[in-house]
C-alpha cells in the first residue's frame, strides 16, 4: 500500500485509476478528465470561459482604440494562458493556481515593480506625464489672446450638458467645436445674419442659461485643429470669439520651446523640464529617470533627511515597543487565566478579546475622541478635568499611541499566550519538577523558551503589521504633533508609512511627489524584509536548541 | 489599589462562617481569587471604551461633551440623524467589497492550496517559496503604483479604474494568494491523502474530489481566512481612501473617518452611533466564529 501511494503522489496528476487496464475500452475517454464527457461541469466551465473570454477581448479592443499597448499585451497575455490551462489536460495544477495568480500579477507583483520603477522617476507634480502631453499641456497653458488677432461672431450651445461654441467663419460656414472635439463645419445649421439660431443635435443656450453658466462659458477652451499649435477660440461675452494662439512654440525638429514674445529658447534638460540658457524653466514637466535622485533625497535633503531620521527612530521604537508591550500584557494575563480552577475563564475570555474584534480604524477614532485635550472622556471625567495634551504633546503622544495599541493588541497576545501555554505537555513540567527544580526554575527554563519557539514568529509578523500600522497613526493622530521645524507636512507620531502617504500627496495635503514616496515605500520594504528574514533565522536557531 | 480593596470583600463572606472556611478563603485567593480581580481589571480595561461609544451614540446633543455622562440620557436621535447622511450607502459599500473580497479569497486562496498540497509540479517549491517572500510586502505600501495603474485602467476600461468598487475588490483579491495560502496549505496538508485516492479510484475527477471532499473538510479554516479577509477588507483606509473618491463610493472607514477628522466635536454622536452599527456586525461574526480564530491563532496565521 505504502509503495503504491507514494509512487503515486509523485504524479498524481494523471487521472489514470489502477483498474485502468480492465476497462480498456473507456480508458481513451477516462484520460480526457474532466472534461471526458459533457457534464454539467464541462459546460459550467465553458460558459465561464466565454464569458471571461468576451470581458477579455472587450478590454483588448478597448485598450486598443486606447493606444494602451501595455495594456493590451498584459490582456493578451492572460487570456491566452487561460484558455491554454482551462482546455488543455496537461495542467491541472495551474487550473487552481491561476485564477488567484492572475490577480497576484498583476495586483501585487507588477504593482510592487512599478513601485520599484517609480522610486526612480521624478513621477509627481509637474512631472506628471509624458513629453507629448507635457507639450500640449504647455501650448495650451500659455494661450493668450494676440491684439489684432481674428474673431468671429459667436454663440454658446449645450450639447446634453456639455457647452460648445458655433462660429461662424470668414466664408459664412458655421463651425461648431467643443472642450475635447476641435472645430468642424456643420452643414445644416440656421443662421440669422451673423448669429447661429439653430444647430441640429445641440440646443441654443439661451441668455438666461448662459448667465447661469458664466463661469464656465468664459473658461471653456474650443481648439481650433487637433494641432495645439493652433490655438483655440474663446470667449468673454459669449458673443464674439476670439482666437487665442500659445505664446511658446514648439520646434518639433530642434525639439525646443521658444516664447515668441520674447525669444527666449527652451531645450528639455536631463530633469524633464524645458529650460532657458538663464536656467528658468517651464512650469510643467514630464517624468523621466532620476537614477538614485529620490533615494538622496530621503537620506540627504534636509528638508526630508532630519525628518525621515526622526521617524525612522520612532517607526522602530514604535513596532518594538508595541509588540513588547502587547505581548507583556497577553502573557500576564494567559499565565493568570491558565488555571483551571478560575471559574468563568470563557466568559472573561470572550470579554478580553473585544477590543481584538472591533475594527481598528473605528478603535482608533474612538480614542481619538476619547483624548480628546478639553472635552476627551479620559481627561473630563477620569482624571477630573485635568488638561492633558495627550495628543498633541510630541512625547504624550508618542505614549498614547503605544497605549491605545495596548489596548488594541493584548488580547491577540492573550490567545497565542493561552495557545502556545495550553499545548505545551504536562508532563514536561512533572518531569522538571520530579528533579527537583522548583516554579521559577521550571519557568525559566522550560516554559518560557517553549512559549517563545511557539509565539516567536507570530511576535514577528506582530512587528511586521505594527511597522506599517498606518490605520492606527492615522486615526488617532494623523502623524502629529507637526514638526515645527520642517516644510512638510509630518509630524512626531508619524511612522514610514504615513510618512509615505503624506509625501505622496494623494490625499490632497501636500503636493504629489510619487517618486519619492515610492523610494521610501522601497526603503520601508527592504527594512522589513531584512528584519524578518533575520528574525526567522533567529528563531531556526532557537527551535535547534531546544 | 484595586487589588488591596478587593481581599476584604472577597473575603467577607466567608469571614462570617466557620474559622476554618476563612482559612479556606483566604488560601482560595491566595491561589484562585486573585486572577478573579486581575479578570475583572482587564474586562474593564478592555470594556470600557465600548461602553462609553455606546452610550456616547445615545447621548441626545451628539457632541464630545455631552457624551461624557455614560448613559444620562437614552434617545436614538443619532441614529434617526444618520438616515440623513450617506452612512447607509458607506456600510452597504463596506459590505458589498468586504463579502466580495472574502469569497475570492476564500476560492483562490483554497485552490491554490488544494494545487501545492495534492498536486507535484514543477515550480511548485519555487512558487510557494515566492509566496513566502510576496508575503513580506504588504499591498498596501504599493498604493502609489495601484493609483497609477488604475489611472490607466480606468482610461482603457472606465468599470476598472479610479473611482470603481469592482476595481478596489480587484486590488484586494490581488492579496489574496500571498496572505492566506500558507495558513491554507498547511491545514490541507492535514487531510489524510487517502480519501483522494480512494475517490480517485472509485472514477472522481480532481475537480469532484476538490469541490465535493475536501473543501467541506477544510470548512473551518475556510471560516477564519474568509473572516479574516473580511475584517481586513472591512477595515482597510489606505487603499480605499486611494481608489474610491466620490463620496457615494466611500466605505464605512472613509466616511467615518471624514466625519471625526473634520469636525471631531459636532460630530461625535453621529461617529458613535455609526460605529456602533458598523462594529456590530464584524463583532457577531467575530464570537460566532470564536473557536475557529482561536484554533486558527494557535496554527500561527493571522494578522497581528
Same mark, same amino acid.
Given at each position: ?15 489514470? %485509476? !489502477? ?38 477581448? +472587450? ?36 487550473? +487552481? ?16 515593480? +512599478? ?8 513621477? @509627481? ?35 446634453? @450638458? ?37 444647430? %441640429? ?61 520674447? @525669444?527666449?529658447?527652451?531645450? !528639455? ?87 481584538? /474584534? ?52 493584548? %488580547? +491577540? ?17 512533572? /518531569?522538571?519538577?520530579?528533579? @527537583? ?26 512587528? /511586521? ?23 512638510? !507636512? ?44 533575520? /528574525? ?11 | ?26 488560601? #482560595?485567593?491566595?491561589?484562585?481569587? #486573585?486572577?478573579?480581580?486581575? $479578570? ?21 446633543? &451628539? ?24 452612512? #447607509? ?14 469569497? $475570492? ?64 475588490? *480587484?486590488?484586494?483579491?490581488? &492579496? ?49 481566512? *474568509? ?22 463610493? #466611500? ?6 473617518? &471624514? ?9 461625535? $454622536?453621529?461617529?458613535?452611533? &455609526? ?20 484554533? $486558527?491563532?494557535?496554527? *500561527?496565521?493571522?494578522? *497581528?
Amino acid at each position: 500500500m505504502s509503495t503504491t501511494r507514494s509512487t503515486r503522489t509523485d504524479v498524481p496528476t494523471s487521472a489514470e %485509476p !489502477p483498474q485502468a487496464p480492465p476497462r480498456a475500452g473507456r480508458r481513451r475517454s477516462l484520460d480526457e478528465s474532466p472534461a471526458r464527457s459533457f457534464t454539467r461541469g464541462f459546460f459550467v466551465k465553458l460558459v465561464l470561459m466565454a464569458l471571461v473570454d468576451a470581458i477579455g477581448v +472587450y478590454v483588448v479592443l478597448a485598450a486598443w482604440a486606447e493606444g494602451s499597448f501595455g495594456i493590451l499585451w498584459a490582456m493578451v497575455a492572460l487570456l491566452a494562458a487561460a484558455n491554454w490551462i482551462y482546455f488543455s489536460r496537461r495542467t491541472v495544477p495551474l487550473k +487552481y493556481i491561476f485564477p488567484g495568480l492572475a490577480f497576484l500579477l498583476v495586483f501585487q507583483i507588477f504593482v510592487v515593480l +512599478y513601485t520599484g520603477f517609480v522610486a526612480f522617476t521624478n513621477y @509627481g507634480d509637474g512631472h506628471n506625464s509624458t513629453k507629448s502631453d507635457a507639450i500640449e499641456a504647455l501650448l495650451i497653458q500659455n494661450e493668450r489672446r494676440v491684439e489684432g488677432s481674428d474673431s468671429y461672431p459667436l454663440t454658446v450651445l449645450d450639447a446634453g @450638458g456639455e457647452l460648445a461654441f458655433a462660429i461662424v467663419d470668414d466664408d459664412g460656414d458655421v463651425r461648431v467645436g467643443q472642450a475635447q472635439e476641435p472645430l468642424r463645419a456643420v452643414e445644416d445649421a440656421e443662421v440669422d445674419g451673423d448669429t447661429v439660431t439653430a444647430v %441640429p443635435g445641440y440646443e441654443v443656450l439661451s441668455r438666461q442659461g448662459v448667465l447661469e453658466r458664466q463661469q464656465d462659458v468664459t473658461t471653456l477652451r474650443v481648439p481650433v485643429s487637433a494641432d495645439p499649435g493652433d490655438g483655440s477660440i474663446r470667449t468673454q461675452d459669449a458673443r464674439t470669439g476670439f482666437v487665442y494662439t500659445s505664446v511658446l512654440e514648439y520646434d518639433e525638429s530642434a525639439d525646443t520651446m521658444t516664447d515668441v514674445t520674447t @525669444g527666449t529658447v527652451y531645450r !528639455p534638460n536631463d530633469e524633464g523640464l524645458f529650460e532657458a540658457e538663464d536656467g528658468t524653466t517651464l512650469n510643467v514637466g514630464w517624468r523621466v529617470l532620476v537614477g538614485f535622485d529620490n533615494f538622496t533625497t530621503a537620506f540627504g535633503d534636509p528638508r526630508y533627511a532630519g525628518p525621515f531620521v526622526k521617524i525612522l527612530a520612532w517607526t522602530f521604537a514604535f513596532a518594538v515597543l508595541s509588540v513588547l508591550t502587547t505581548f507583556l500584557l497577553g502573557l500576564f494575563l494567559a499565565i493568570v487565566f491558565n488555571d483551571e480552577r478560575v471559574k468563568g475563564r470563557r466568559i472573561y475570555r470572550t470579554l478580553m478579546i473585544l477590543p481584538y /474584534a472591533i475594527p481598528g480604524f473605528l478603535a482608533a477614532l474612538l480614542w481619538s475622541g476619547l483624548l480628546n485635550r478639553r472635552f476627551g472622556f479620559v481627561n473630563d471625567v477620569l482624571l477630573g478635568g485635568a488638561e492633558i495634551p495627550w495628543l498633541t504633546d510630541p512625547w504624550l503622544a508618542k505614549l498614547s499611541v503605544l497605549g491605545v495599541n495596548l489596548w488594541l493588541g493584548f %488580547p +491577540y497576545m492573550f490567545l497565542i499566550c493561552t495557545g502556545a501555554l495550553q499545548s505545551i505537555p504536562k508532563d514536561v513540567n512533572e /518531569a522538571a519538577e520530579i528533579d @527537583g527544580a522548583g516554579g521559577l526554575t521550571t519557568w525559566r527554563y522550560i516554559t518560557m523558551p517553549l512559549l517563545l519557539v511557539a509565539t516567536a514568529p507570530l511576535l514577528i509578523s506582530s512587528f /511586521a503589521f505594527n511597522f506599517n500600522n498606518f490605520n492606527l497613526i492615522y486615526m488617532l493622530t494623523k502623524g502629529g504633533p507637526r514638526f515645527t521645524d520642517a516644510s512638510v !507636512p509630518l509630524g512626531d507620531t508619524d511612522i514610514l508609512i504615513s510618512m509615505v502617504y503624506s509625501i505622496s500627496g494623494v490625499d490632497g495635503t501636500a503636493p504629489k511627489n510619487y517618486g519619492l514616496a515610492s523610494a521610501l515605500a522601497i526603503v520601508i520594504f527592504v527594512i522589513v524584509a531584512t528584519v524578518s528574514a533575520l /528574525a526567522f533565522r533567529q528563531t531556526r536557531k532557537l527551535e535547534e536548541m531546544s | 489599589m484595586a487589588i488591596e480593596t478587593a481581599p476584604s470583600s472577597s473575603v467577607a463572606r466567608p469571614a462570617a462562617a466557620a474559622p476554618e472556611h476563612r482559612l479556606r478563603g483566604r488560601r #482560595w485567593f491566595q491561589e484562585v481569587g #486573585w486572577r478573579h480581580v486581575v $479578570g475583572v481589571i482587564a474586562v474593564v480595561y478592555a470594556g470600557f471604551p465600548l461602553v462609553y461609544v455606546v452610550s456616547a451614540s445615545l447621548s441626545e446633543g &451628539g457632541t464630545l461633551t455631552g457624551s461624557n455622562e455614560l448613559f444620562a440620557e437614552v434617545s436614538g436621535a443619532n441614529y434617526a440623524t444618520l438616515n440623513d447622511t450617506l452612512f #447607509w450607502t458607506w456600510l452597504l459599500n463596506s459590505i458589498v467589497i468586504a463579502t466580495a473580497t472574502g469569497i $475570492g479569497t476564500v476560492l483562490m486562496g483554497a485552490a491554490a492550496a488544494y494545487a501545492f498540497s495534492r498536486f507535484r509540479f514543477t515550480g511548485r517549491r519555487v512558487g510557494l517559496t515566492s509566496l513566502l517572500v510576496i508575503q513580506m510586502f504588504p499591498q498596501m505600501l504599493a498604493f502609489i503604483a495601484i493609483f497609477l495603474l488604475l489611472l490607466a485602467l480606468g482610461n482603457v476600461v472606465p468599470e476598472l479604474g479610479l473611482n470603481s468598487k469592482l476595481a478596489l475588490i *480587484g486590488v484586494y483579491l490581488g &492579496g489574496a494568494l500571498g496572505v492566506n495560502t500558507f495558513l491554507m496549505y498547511g491545514f490541507f496538508n492535514t487531510i489524510p491523502r487517502e480519501l483522494d485516492e480512494a475517490a480517485k479510484i472509485d472514477g472522481a475527477t480532481h475537480s469532484q474530489i476538490y469541490w465535493t471532499i475536501i473543501l467541506r473538510l477544510v470548512a473551518p479554516v475556510l471560516a477564519v481566512v *474568509g473572516l479574516l479577509s473580511v475584517i481586513a477588507t472591512f477595515g482597510d483606509f489606505i487603499l480605499a481612501r486611494t481608489v474610491l473618491q466620490s463620496e457615494r463610493n #466611500w466605505t464605512v472607514a472613509i466616511g467615518l473617518y &471624514g466625519w471625526v477628522s473634520e469636525l471631531l466635536e459636532a460630530n461625535w $454622536g453621529l461617529f458613535a452611533a &455609526g460605529a456602533v452599527i458598523s462594529a456590530v456586525p464584524i463583532l457577531v461574526l467575530f464570537l460566532y466564529l470564536q473557536k475557529y480564530i482561536v484554533g $486558527g491563532l494557535a496554527a *500561527g496565521a493571522v494578522k *497581528g
